[in-house]
């Protein structure tokens, strides 16, 4: 974790790329580990969905855009129709706080990714 100054984006304040690319990896060790969503995981190729992920979650935290992938709405059109619902997004919001306070990002920091990953809830679920 680098020293926050007030100009740095959310991603500068939770350590750059090292930083979610090592959230990502654990991200996705609890959430396959979880019996309530890995299902949706089945068939996915994990390692080029944490590529995904770590480039969203550059782009989304203010570092620099190489995301490429579909909006959130198609990106999850397929898991809403496997009867993805509030209760996953849930769990998957729980096991990202989760990794980021097992990486000891402070608790204002967690509350800004909170944010931002809570403001996809509704494209995610198709809503």
């Not at 590529?51 to 979650?57: D, M, R, S, T, W």
């Not at 989304?60 to 992938?69: C, E, L, R, W």
């Not at 849930?90 to 980021?100: K, Q």
């Amino acid at each position: 974790m680098s020293e926050a100054t007030p100009n740095q984006s959310l991603f500068e304040q939770i350590g750059g790329e090292a930083a979610v690319n090592t959230a990502v990896d654990i991200f996705y060790r609890k959430v396959l580990a979880d019996h309530r969503i890995n299902r949706f995981f089945d068939n996915v190729d994990m390692e080029q969905q944490a590529a995904k992920q770590k480039a969203f979650l550059t782009m989304a935290f203010g570092g620099p855009n190489s995301y490429t992938g579909a909006d959130m709405r198609n990106a999850h059109a397929r898991l809403v129709k496997m009867g993805l619902d509030d209760s996953h997004f849930d769990a998957v919001m729980e096991h990202l706080g989760g990794t980021l306070k097992e990486l000891n990002v402070p608790d204002n920091l967690i509350e800004q990714v909170a944010s931002i990953a809570e403001s996809t809830r509704n494209d995610v679920l198709g809503r």
